[in-house]
């Protein structure tokens, strides 16, 4: 079945950097593009970026742009998410997602469960 | 970037009960439209995509219509594991965007 599993939250200072990693697996990883969305404690969801199936096109919220950098590589079967610069306000649950194909393209039809990242001194 | 706006912010019902939840956009984005429900301390689940096609999977009590700006998520009658908040989202265009949220209480 499909997974996607995150890792490398935890707590870091604002400034600072951290990398994200999803592992991937129960589906051909290079078919489908990838997404990170995030979730501020007792907040709503918000998007983050999004990765082509190949890794050729990157798209970013404004929010993020220039700090965070999306990747992959699809021979490990693992998505990742450079996030530098943090600020208190990057503080969420990172999930990765799965974008759908054909009439479910640009919806999300596998989640992780998310990885915890807190930016505070 | 397209705005997602979603009615009620909250809502209290009771097992058996019809529910509606709107979601309108900011532009038309056609039938781009999907609908997620998120327990406390999980993921999203996809419930709703191209506005009314239901994900594989999920219960037919769930509905979704809709076109142009405005949508709707119905429950024909509620089960006690549907209290959770659903989301919408468009599929229109980057950037994605969410609405706030529906919190649908017991």
């Known amino acids: 079945q499909v997974q996607l599993v995150e890792s490398g939250g935890g707590v870091v200072q604002p400034g600072r950097s951290l990398r994200l990693s999803c592992a991937a697996s129960g589906f051909t990883f290079s078919n489908y593009a990838l997404h990170w969305v995030r979730q501020a404690p007792g907040k709503g969801l918000e998007w983050v970026a999004f990765i082509s199936d190949d890794g050729t096109n990157k798209y970013y919220a404004d929010s993020v742009k220039g700090r965070f950098t999306i990747s992959r590589d699809n021979y490990k079967n693992t998505l990742y998410l450079q996030m530098n610069s943090l600020r208190a306000e990057d503080t969420a649950v990172y999930h990765c997602a799965r974008e759908g194909m054909g009439a479910t393209r640009r919806s999300f039809d596998y989640w992780g469960q998310g990885t915890l990242v807190t930016v505070s001194s | 970037d397209i705005q997602m706006t979603q009615s009620p912010s909250s809502l209290s019902a009771s097992v058996g009960d019809r529910v509606t939840i709107t979601c309108r956009a900011s532009?038309?984005?056609?039938?781009?439209l999907s609908w997620y429900q998120q327990k406390p301390g999980n993921a999203p689940k996809l419930l709703i995509y191209?506005?009314?096609s239901l994900q594989s999977g999920v219960p037919s009590r769930f509905s979704g219509s809709g076109s142009g700006t405005d949508f709707t998520l119905t429950i024909s009658s509620l089960q006690p594991e549907d209290f959770a908040t659903y989301y919408c989202q468009q599929s229109y265009s980057l950037p994605l965007t969410f609405g706030q949220g529906t919190r649908l209480e017991i």
């Open positions: 532009q038309s984005i056609s039938g781009y």
């Open positions: 191209a506005a009314s």
